[in-house]
């Protein structure tokens, strides 16, 4: 695996150790230190994370089913490709969730919540400043739980919650382009701004023109990324065979 997933031993605290194994792997996954399509090695992570083999395949299922890996037959399990259908359907439904989560929030939040989502959003806006991609990802995860918090709906929070995760892939694609971090902070400005006015309809409207920019620059990333990724590859006409050299050092 690559120098960049680094795992570190899994702590025997109160939560079950399967939920910790697959919370290492998934924060790998989404800050893109586990890359899409790569193989995941049972012995490695089984050393790095400092567990069981049943206690790792146990965490494979868990984000088998929540769509952060693939398990085929004979292949072993691999991170999961996100498609651009899949990236238009998640930003869909990111977009009737958090489209919700904002109009309740405006309606419902207290002053103190409120405050606290500005200052969260304040976060953000540093992390963006210092070009912290990690910083940026854990601050946009508080500015969520603060969210979530204030709307005070705990059925819209948990289907939101595996969501942010699959998402928090394609945020690391967006983010990529620095133009859209600068338009990303001045849109949240604008949502917030209607928010502080308790305008739970435009701040809603907002929001999701919101989602709908961030999809569009997630959708156009994975184009580009397809598109390298079909110029590399070799023409079937050419002939790529390497001389033979028949020396015993070549052997």
């Known amino acids: 695996m690559s120098d960049s997933s680094v795992l570190y031993p899994v702590r025997r605290v109160a939560s079950p150790v399967r939920e910790q194994t697959a919370e290492a792997i998934r924060i ?5 230190g586990l890359r899409e399509g790569q193989r995941l090695v049972e012995r490695e992570l089984c050393e790095q994370l400092d567990v069981s ?9 868990q984000l088998e089913a929540e769509g952060f890996i693939d398990i085929r037959p004979h292949k ?65 995860e508080a500015f969520y739980d603060v969210l979530y918090r204030g709307a005070a709906n705990k059925v819209l929070e948990s289907h939101a919650r595996v969501l942010r ?51 569009r620059a997630a959708e156009e990333s994975l184009a580009a990324a397809a598109s ?13 065979h390497q001389p033979t050299n028949s020396s015993p050092s070549a052997r």
Not at 28 to 32: E, L, P, R
Not at 172 to 200: C, P, T, Y
Not at 230 to 239: K, L, M, Q, S, V
Request: charged share 30%.
């Open 76 to 140: 072993g399990p691999t991170v999961a490709r996100i498609t651009p259908s899949d990236a238009t359907s998640l930003y869909e439904m990111r977009e009737a969730l958090e489209g919700m989560a904002i109009k309740v929030f405006t309606l419902r939040a207290s002053d103190a919540d409120l405050a606290e989502l500005v200052e969260s959003f304040e976060q953000l806006r540093t992390a963006h400043t210092q070009s912290d991609t990690n910083a940026v990802l854990q601050s946009k």
């Open 28 to 32: 790998q996954i989404m800050s893109g």
């Open 228 to 240: 390298e990724a079909e110029d590399r590859t070799p023409d079937p006409g050419e002939d790529h």
């Open 165 to 215: 995760g699959r998402l928090a892939q394609l945020r690391v694609r967006s983010l990529s382009r620095g133009s859209r971090r600068e338009q990303m902070l001045l849109e949240i400005d604008a949502v917030l701004e209607h928010i502080k006015k308790r305008d739970a309809e435009r701040a809603q409207s907002a929001w999701c023109e919101h989602i709908r920019l961030a999809a």
């Open 53 to 61: 083999r049943n206690t790792l395949r146990e965490a494979y299922r």
